[in-house]
């Protein structure tokens, strides 16, 4: 997009550094994130759609997908569950050790991946404090199978639906809630009737951000996974392997698929935040 | 609604209030689930690492490829950071004060590389400044390095920290609008001025956060640059590659004795946070009284 149209196009402007910035921003952004993102579509526009079709439809790459999604879908379904309550009770009740639990919620955005990956998968093995009690009471493991993938991938996506049902639910003004039950409905019908309409668009914002992170997860279940072809190995891995054979057309493809579906999921979130910005306005 | 209907209401307003065996259940549910999932890996980290006693986990420091890992992880944050600074700032200030076509499309794009998965951003350079990569052969004669060296991790965490600072700004330079700058221009300010002292104080709670942010992820990042690094031991290998290193070779006191200095910056990082939503509270709380008394 050329800057002097940009600038033709609008009215005059009193402030200053309108051409600057705008300008900086479009070359930075180009730079870094456009111009190296749109070299992955045409190394595999490259390859031709048969060798591409082949690549992305492998049994192990079919394998990887199906897990790396049904896995996410989960992890994303379990979290905008236990959002909505975490955020339900952070805001609405005091409790000691609220404040704390508040302040921590965030824990995942700023522990390194790879940490979160050690510290799970030491804490999940069969001999670790939560592995051990499951492996003797059901004989099921979690580290080195999907259900570790899970454990991580939950982690990682915590915070997303806390933090976008949160404010939602500290701008609902209690008088509707008042206003509900003096015409004589129950707890359970303003809950369901008033308060939920309005943290179901959040709850879904957060449930597709919890997705879109989880799918693309790499540091924190690398380490529980086990990373076993066809059982335990997630895309990103499947990715990294083939980068690391020097399979560079076999990576690119799988990451196109995947640099797809999150544009797709950018395009969702950003239709759910209008949706929901749209009924809070209402 | 008049003032006598709340009147009526008495403290506490029972009639919003939930069962007592649901409050209770959604607290209980609430703090297992953050134990679980939150405080008992953290504590995991601090536990595993000192589970040998303290000087076992000081040795950990000692090695001469762990302190240029952190060396390495300093000097990546060190440049990351302050171009994203920059970036974020410019950004906000086109995007806040000033009306365009192509607004929205461009906001969504500055977003992109939270939603592009950390391998795939490795990736991506890997595919024009890699050997077989589109500049790669261009490189080779000027025997530049980029992938398998530290330039490609700076790109690579550039890449990953891009929206943390702008997308804090936006929203916050948005609520602000432009009449205080205006008003300083009309005063005969110029624009540096203008920035310097009335854009740059109103925003500078929320440009802290930003940096934290931006700074925690810079560090820590895992993936995105272990696509790009190498892994060559004392010189491409950050903090969190080192940790994966020393995991790999069962030296777990010591992994975890590096990942522990990773979970204290987080902690760092979430105090610092709150301390800045505290202030941002403070600030909002004084504008709308001052604002008030205005009126």
């Known amino acids: ?282 | 609604m008049n003032a006598g209907t709340i009147a009526t209401i008495p403290k506490g307003r029972p009639t919003v209030r939930d069962p007592k065996f649901f409050r209770w259940s959604a607290i209980l549910v609430t703090a297992a689930f953050l134990l679980l999932f939150l405080l008992m890996p953290l504590f995991t980290v601090f536990y595993e690492a000192l589970s040998q006693g303290l000087l076992t986990c000081a040795r950990a420091f000692q090695d001469p490829a762990g302190l240029a890992a952190i060396k390495l992880t300093l000097l990546v944050a060190a440049i990351s950071v302050p171009c994203n600074l920059v970036f974020g700032v410019a950004a906000a200030w086109a995007v806040a004060k000033f009306s365009f076509p192509g607004k929205s499309i461009l906001v969504s794009l500055i977003d992109l590389p939270f939603a592009v998965s950390p391998v795939i951003a490795g990736l991506i350079y890997v595919l024009i400044f890699g050997a077989r990569g589109w500049l790669g052969p261009v490189l080779e004669t000027y025997n530049i390095k980029i992938i398998f060296a530290v330039p490609g991790i700076v790109l690579a965490t550039i890449f990953v920290t891009f929206p943390f600072v702008a997308r804090e700004l936006i929203p916050l330079m948005q609520a602000q609008g432009t009449e205080e700058e205006e008003a300083a221009l009309s005063l005969g300010a110029n624009g540096w001025q203008t920035f310097w002292r009335v854009t740059l104080p109103n925003v500078r709670w929320g440009l802290l956060y930003g940096i934290i942010l931006c700074n925690a992820r810079a560090m820590g990042e895992f993936g995105a640059v272990s696509v790009v690094s190498g892994h060559i031991r004392g010189l491409t290998n950050t903090i969190p590659l080192h940790v994966e290193i020393l995991y790999n070779e069962y030296d777990f006191v010591a992994a975890f004795a590096i990942a522990s200095l990773l979970a204290l910056l987080a902690l760092a990082t979430l105090l610092i946070k709150s301390l800045v939503e505290w202030r941002m509270r403070v600030q909002e709380e004084r504008s709308s009284q001052s604002s008030v008394a205005f009126v």
Do not use: C
Not at chain 1, 153 to 180: C, H, K, N
Not at chain 1, 260 to 265: A, D, E, K, Q, T
């Open chain 1, 1 to 282: 997009m050329d800057i002097a149209s940009l600038i033709l196009a609008g009215k005059r402007r009193i402030l200053p550094g309108f051409g600057l910035t705008l300008g900086f921003t479009l070359l930075y952004l180009s730079l870094v994130v456009l111009i190296p993102l749109s070299a992955t579509f045409a190394k595999a526009s490259g390859m031709g759609w048969p060798a591409f079709a082949k690549a992305v439809t492998a049994p192990r790459v079919l394998a990887s997908f199906q897990l790396s999604f049904l896995t996410a879908l989960y992890a994303a379904a379990i979290n905008a569950v236990m959002g909505v309550i975490v955020a339900w009770s952070l805001v609405r009740y005091r409790f000691p050790g609220g404040r704390v639990l508040d302040a921590i919620v965030d824990l995942p955005f700023a522990l390194p991946t790879a940490v979160a990956g050690i510290a799970l998968t030491a804490l999940y093995s069969v001999n670790g404090w939560l592995g051990h009690p499951i492996f003797a009471a059901t004989g099921i493991k979690v580290a080195y199978t999907q259900l570790g993938i899970l454990v991580a991938l939950i982690f990682v996506g915590l915070p997303f639906v806390v933090r976008t049902v949160q404010p939602v639910l500290e701008d609902l003004d209690l008088e509707y809630e008042e206003a509900s039950a003096s015409l004589g409905a129950s707890r359970w019908q303003t809950i369901r009737r008033v308060v939920w309409p309005e943290l179901m668009p959040p709850a879904l914002t957060g449930f597709a951000l919890a997705f879109a992170r989880a799918v693309g997860e790499y540091g924190s279940v690398v380490f529980i996974a086990g990373n076993m072809p066809m059982k335990t190995e997630i895309v990103p891995l499947l990715i990294v392997t083939k980068l690391e054979q020097y399979d560079y057309r076999g990576a690119t493809a799988i990451a196109v698929v995947m640099l797809i579906l999150s544009f797709l999921l950018l395009l969702l979130i950003n239709l759910l935040q209008r949706w929901s910005t749209f009924s809070r306005a209402r």
